[in-house]
């Protein structure tokens, strides 16, 4: 009977200790904060930042915040000029999925988040941008190299041999032809029109008015909040603020940050990274979609 009544007594202690916690926890979440062992909100920061050649890190960065209850919002800070077309709507369709799963998604751009960065921002809840911020540039460009000219003076020739017409369009060997000419430039229209429909659905506005802005200008973050294609007009303090409004908490919570690596390590694992590239024949750089093509 003593044993019960002892039983009993820890399994009380168990429940009310679970229960303190667990106010505890809901209370810090309500507040913005995050307490040891207790938990409460965070607000997930993700930075993007160069050119955009890959999309793995941010998407695996995005998961883990978005799969995460403490995790109130996330926030994409944006220092890119852009980049491959497949990674930037790689990370696009990933935010997308974010938001599906309740989170608040908030992009801040500092000095430049243009063309493929910006099409990752549009994917937001909310975009801020710094008012000198350069960001826009809803365009394609594919740049080629045509080296004949130099190739006949010093006496090298190129021979090909190919199964179509169209194989070995953008040769740098050669001149392109009129038909390979409107060819290449259907392909930058479809990508184009891809990008001015992902604007569209991310911003919320329609294409008519997304138009008019997509012939490659960049615009500064006033002209973009004129534009619509900005939100707000703030820094990347602000943006943290907007982030913890918009997930209803009270002031500006716990951040959580993804550790950069040390300087050895981001040496061997880019010499790495480039090895195995090569090794494998994976394309790299901006011909990742098309030769020269980038968003």
Known sequence: MIRIK????YVGVFIAVTALIFLLGRAAGHFGRALPLVGGAEIGVIRIN???LHSEKTIRQ???LASDPE????????NSPGGAVVPSQDIYEEVLKARKKG??????IGTVGASGAYYIASASDF???SSGSLTGSIGVIMELAEVKDLLDKIG???EVVKSGKMKDVGSPFRPMTADEKAYMKSLLDNIHQQFILA????RHLSVDKIDPLADGRVFTGEMAFRYHLVDGIGDYRDALRKAATMAHLKVIPAIREFHKKGVLNSLISSKVSTLLGGGLGESTGFWSILPGSKI
């Open 103 to 108: 989170k608040i998604v908030v992009s801040s």
């Open 156 to 158: 090298v020739h190129s």
């Open 71 to 78: 995790v109130k919002a996330i926030l994409l800070r944006i």
């Open 127 to 129: 975009i801020m941008a």
């Open 6 to 9: 002892r039983f009993a007594r």
């Open 199 to 202: 604007v569209s659905k991310g």
């Open 50 to 52: 160069g050119v955009i």
């Open 62 to 64: 995005i998961r883990t």
